[in-house]
């Protein structure tokens, strides 16, 4: 089954402890994304990889790092979580067919954090 | 940059009749436009792609429309169910062609019996 997954789903930690949400996916897809979702904000792009080794900034990227060291992977990573990143975070894929043209964007289950 | 413009305000309709939600963008006509759907607490799914090309497109009790005169979308569910309550997401392309999809805040659906 073609599916994106997250770990944990859930999460309660404490200001300043380093954190790892990690995403995988199966349909050898070469973009991936973290979004985070606030009440009345939407979704925000946090950062983006077009490809292995490829990453680039999101929307939203200040207090966030990733990493792309395999095409499946893409874990978000909270070197110093802080309340303020309190969120419903998704990780994504999409195919790049032909340089993306009309393709749908997968979702992962979501991973709610909250830091105290 | 491109901005995307959804019904804030719950859309509340009666089992049967047609939901129409909207979505309106203000900068470039993207080359297509994507419907998702988010239920609470879970992930985005994918309902339908329209082009710009494309007048209308239909899926079940599913139809889209694109003007991309009036830069709008509308996103139709005819026959609803209370199963269809949920968040009605569009989204389109970003400029540059970097696969970055832009998201609107969605409408909430919510169809009573």
């Known amino acids: 089954e073609a599916q994106v997954t997250q770990n944990p789903r859930y999460l309660i930690t404490v200001t300043g402890k380093k954190l790892t949400v990690t995403c995988s996916q199966n349909m050898n897809h070469e973009y991936m994304s973290w979004y985070r979702q606030d009440p009345g904000l939407g979704l925000r792009q946090i950062y983006y990889s077009m490809n292995v080794e490829v990453t680039d900034k999101g929307d939203v990227p200040e207090g966030y790092k990733v990493s792309r060291k395999e095409k499946r992977n893409f874990p978000l990573i909270l070197e110093s979580p802080s309340p303020n990143q309190t969120s419903l975070y998704f990780c994504a894929s999409r195919g790049q067919g032909i340089r993306f043209g009309y393709n749908e964007q997968f979702f992962g289950p979501g991973t709610r954090l909250t830091v105290l | 940059s491109q901005k995307i413009e959804q019904n804030s305000e719950a859309l509340n309709i009666q089992e049967g009749k047609t939901a129409t939600l909207t979505c309106n963008y203000t900068?470039?006509?993207?080359?297509?436009l994507q419907w998702y759907r988010q239920d609470p607490g879970r992930g985005p799914v994918f309902l339908l792609l329209?082009?710009?090309?494309?007048k209308e497109k239909r899926k079940e009790r599913l139809k889209v429309t694109f003007d991309t005169t009036l830069k709008q979308s509308l996103f139709h569910i005819t026959a609803s169910q209370p199963a269809d309550s949920a968040t009605y997401l569009c989204a389109l392309p970003s400029s540059g062609n970097t696969g970055k999809l832009i998201f609107g805040q969605g409408t909430t659906l919510q169809v009573k019996p």
């Open positions: 329209i082009r710009e090309n494309e």
């Open positions: 900068n470039y006509s993207p080359a297509y």
